[in-house]
């Protein structure tokens, strides 16, 4: 697994008009009108609803050289906005080339993100487990949620109220249980809620 180091401060407002201008075809005034609205003191902002979208633009041309590298060492690829997964038997000799690639792009890679799980490892990407074929969430996020659902419950028995944030970000993550991997799990902690008498 490889990780771009800041990676939104390090696209430029240049690299996003190089975007609009030449990979989407766009007038120069309008290239750069959008430039303007979608940066922020020269670069990708964090948060913005456009930056996801424009930094795997951006990377998008790094993704022929990755499956280049990929079919190279037989290995599978994915790659989320900045993190890049490799997975296979010569994870590690890939390494190198993963890293000249993304300088070439000038990008750096952050060092402490980088790490070779290796086979007896839990294999954690962008959050969540994999197994097998399957993106699972971590135990203890899967614990959080359970006791999202305990602490609603007493404060129900005990007679106290529960705030209508405090429902709908249990509600949020019970349906981000659900979603990921884990619909079983979901549904009997909604069925819990439910025998008590509290409405989702």
């Known amino acids: 697994s490889a990780d771009i180091r800041d990676c939104y401060n390090s696209m430029t407002n240049a690299m996003v008009f190089r975007v609009f201008r030449h990979m989407l075809r766009l007038g120069e005034s309008l ?31 790094i993704d022929v ?66 197994s097998g074929q399957r993106l699972r969430l971590p135990r203890a996020k899967r614990a959080n949620v359970r006791a999202n659902v305990h602490e609603v419950l007493c404060r129900h028995r005990n007679g106290l109220p529960v705030a209508d944030k405090q429902m709908n970000r249990l509600r949020g993550r019970l349906h981000y249980l659900r979603s990921q991997g884990h619909p079983q799990e979901a549904g009997d902690l909604i069925r819990r809620l439910t025998a008590a008498g509290i409405a989702l």
């Open 31 to 61: 290239s750069a009108l959008l430039t303007r609205l979608t940066t922020l003191r020269g670069h990708i902002p964090h948060g913005a609803p456009t930056s996801g979208a424009l930094a795997n633009l951006i990377l998008s041309p």
């Open 65 to 130: 050289e990755l499956e280049r590298i990929a079919f190279a060492f037989n290995l599978k690829i994915t790659r989320y906005v900045d993190n890049i997964d490799f997975s296979g038997q010569q994870t590690y000799d890939a390494f190198v080339p993963i890293v000249a690639s993304l300088q070439s792009l000038g990008f750096a890679v952050r060092r402490r993100k980088v790490f070779n799980a290796g086979w007896r490892s839990v294999k954690i990407v962008t959050g969540r487990t994999v």
